[in-house]
């Protein structure tokens, strides 16, 4: 352990499992160390290979930032994002990022940067149809997490233009970012991905009218036919809303629950306005909102369970009234070991091993895993949801989750959206 450890080294791989059982708890408290089996290491390293891990806590405590192009910046983006396996020649790259700059303001190019180190690209117009032109990652540890970020901007994007929606038309992406297309909820069509980001709240069949509408402005090759039929599937509301993210369903059997947090951790898990700690600042339109982890006792659970959704009520601070703020849907609940529970999530970010354990009744801790958090256009104030409440029978309780009676969800969620 201690040569292992003064090597810098992240695992111990081991067939003592004797040894492991007794004191991989307190390597890892001492030396930062895992104390694995060959095999175990195997899967790790498989998943590493990979790459397709989402994976935010790699850029914690980085200086990133994502601005607009400069001149003189041509030839070495152009090196740097080039895709020679794809056959792609220099000549070529350097040629189509200048023909996109001298289509500004149409056109935006951004890049992410890390100090001096170029990360990622991004080149999108936005119109009737949002179009992805070029969407490039650096070819380093973390390219399946700034890829996914680089989509879910230009879909962020969409949305708030209400574009029908946004294609991936860059030939020479790469597979990574075609993976990410996927993971983002980009549909592959024609020569390229489709998405849908579609805003609001609605039935069914409001969906379909909208899907319907936003797929008649697009051309025949960029259509996924599979994306009309879902959204008139009964059945498939959690992938519903997420080929369609923002929007959210009404009149579903998926059940709402409400769940109470501190207003720091709302800063760092969802909340725009509250945020403090994100991938990116939020001044440059790119933050860390694709998945992540609250973790809280496991007294008093509310009978929360997933699939479901969840409203945020934030508590109130100094600079906002309490209320709730945001919907997520929610993915997986899971009581266990805080130290366990601790590793399979720490990818994500956020929480330290200690926050997790302090978190914890002292043996177990409740992992909630959400995604696709959105900000509540209207907030709905404390006393909007007593009331909301007990119009149904029932009284508001924040010391824990609370599961909300049916159809209460969407009369919450209509009140947040009338007023828009």
Not at 344 to 352: I, K
Request: proline letters at 6%; hydrophobic letters at 40%.
């Amino acid at each position: 352990m201690a040569r292992a450890a003064a090597g810098g080294a992240r695992w111990l791989i081991t067939r003592d499992t004797e040894f492991q059982r007794a004191c991989s708890e307190a390597v890892r408290e001492v030396a930062d160390l895992e104390v694995v089996t060959p095999g175990e290491f195997l899967l790790i390293a498989d998943k590493l290979v990979r790459d397709d891990t989402y994976r935010p806590a790699d850029f914690a405590g980085s200086s990133l930032e994502i601005r607009g192009l400069q001149g003189g910046e041509f030839d070495s983006l152009a090196r740097v994002f080039l895709n020679q396996r794809e056959g792609e020649k220099l000549s070529q790259m350097r040629e189509r990022l200048e023909t996109l700059a001298s289509m500004a303001p149409k056109q935006s190019i951004r890049v992410l940067t890390d100090q001096t180190e170029y990360l990622g690209l991004l080149a999108t117009s936005v119109g009737t149809i949002t179009e992805i032109q070029l969407c490039r990652v650096h070819k380093k540890s973390g390219q399946s997490t700034i890829a996914r970020q680089l989509l879910a901007l230009a879909r962020e994007e969409a949305a708030a233009h209400n574009s029908a929606a946004v294609r991936l038309v860059d030939p020479h992406c790469g597979e990574v970012v075609r993976r990410a297309a996927t993971n983002e909820d980009y549909v592959p069509a024609g020569v390229g991905f489709t998405a849908l980001p579609i805003p609001g709240v609605g039935s069914r069949s409001q969906l379909v009218a909208l899907v319907e509408e936003r797929m008649s402005k697009l051309p025949p090759n960029a259509v996924p036919p599979e994306l009309p039929r879902l959204a008139a599937t009964p059945t498939a509301v959690q992938l519903t809303e997420d080929r369609f993210h923002p929007w959210r369903l009404t009149e579903t059997d998926l059940p709402g629950f409400v769940v109470s947090i501190e207003p720091v951790w709302a800063a760092e898990l969802f909340d725009i306005e509250l945020a403090r700690g994100s991938l990116f600042p939020r001044g440059h339109g790119l933050a860390l909102q694709r998945e992540h982890v609250y973790y809280r006792s496991p007294a008093a659970t509310g009978g929360v369970s997933a699939p479901g959704r969840i409203l945020w009520y934030v508590k109130g601070g100094p600079a906002h009234q309490a209320g709730l703020r945001a919907v997520s849907t929610l993915r997986e609940v899971t009581v266990g070991d805080p130290y366990h529970l601790y590793r399979r999530f720490a990818h994500l970010g956020v929480y330290s091993q200690d926050q997790v354990v302090d978190a914890s009744d002292g043996s177990n801790v409740m992992a909630l895993r959400f995604s696709h958090s959105t900000m509540l256009p209207k907030p709905i104030p404390l006393a909007e949801y007593r009331k909301v409440m007990q119009s149904s029978g029932v009284g508001v309780t924040l010391q824990g989750p609370q599961r909300l009676p049916e159809r209460v969800f969407d009369e919450l969620i209509a009140c947040a959206y009338e007023a828009r």
